[in-house]
């Protein structure tokens, strides 16, 4: 069974872990530890105590930033990212927040169809806002609360 929990400072590794092999462009360790220190919000979704996805979230009043989530790619399509980002609107709504915006790579269908799914819309292109050998744009998109 999945359960759903607040991201600990313990889970840092293991969730740079699960970056690394789903991420073209992974956060770095460095990055996990700085987004937790300055006070971002995460979850996890854990199945007999071992991670199987996460997601981190910025709130800034009245709005929150969807930063990364990602899922072991043996357990896709298997609900954990629904359940994640459901567990993030849920608390965004807790808190207040009445829109959610996020960048996805312009090439990542699949997940643009994911956010579609859930609400999102399309809202503009950051050109080459992904830096590589070769630079990518980003899809902005937003979902109201």
Same mark, same amino acid.
């Given at each position: 069974?999945?359960?759903? %929990?607040?991201? &600990?400072?313990?889970?840092?590794?293991?969730?740079?872990?699960?970056?690394? $092999? @789903?991420?073209? %462009?992974?956060?770095?360790?460095?990055?996990?530890?700085?987004?937790?220190?300055? !006070?971002?919000? !995460? $979850?996890?979704? *854990?199945? &007999?105590?071992?991670?199987?996805?996460?997601? =981190?979230?910025?709130? =800034?009043?009245?709005?929150?930033?969807?930063?990364? =989530?990602?899922?072991?790619? @043996?357990?896709?399509?298997?609900?954990?990212?629904? $359940?994640? $980002?459901?567990?993030?609107? %849920?608390?965004?709504?807790?808190? !207040?927040?009445?829109?959610?915006?996020?960048?996805?790579?312009?090439?990542?269908?699949?997940?643009?169809?994911?956010?579609?799914?859930?609400?999102? *819309?399309? &809202?503009?292109?950051?050109?080459?806002?992904? %830096?590589?050998? =070769?630079?990518?744009?980003?899809?902005?998109?937003?979902?109201?609360?």
């Amino acid at each position: 069974m999945y359960k759903i %929990s607040l991201l &600990d400072i313990n889970d840092l590794e293991e969730a740079y872990e699960i970056e690394v $092999l @789903t991420n073209p %462009s992974p956060w770095s360790i460095d990055n996990f530890k700085s987004s937790f220190e300055v !006070g971002h919000h !995460g $979850l996890v979704c *854990k199945e &007999d105590n071992k991670m199987l996805g996460f997601l =981190i979230f910025s709130p =800034i009043k009245p709005e929150a930033h969807l930063l990364s =989530i990602a899922v072991i790619e @043996t357990q896709q399509y298997k609900g954990i990212g629904s $359940l994640l $980002l459901k567990s993030m609107v %849920s608390q965004c709504k807790a808190m !207040g927040i009445n829109q959610v915006f996020l960048e996805v790579r312009a090439s990542n269908e699949k997940a643009i169809g994911f956010y579609q799914k859930y609400g999102f *819309k399309k &809202d503009a292109i950051r050109e080459n806002y992904y %830096s590589g050998d =070769i630079p990518e744009d980003a899809l902005l998109m937003s979902l109201g609360l």
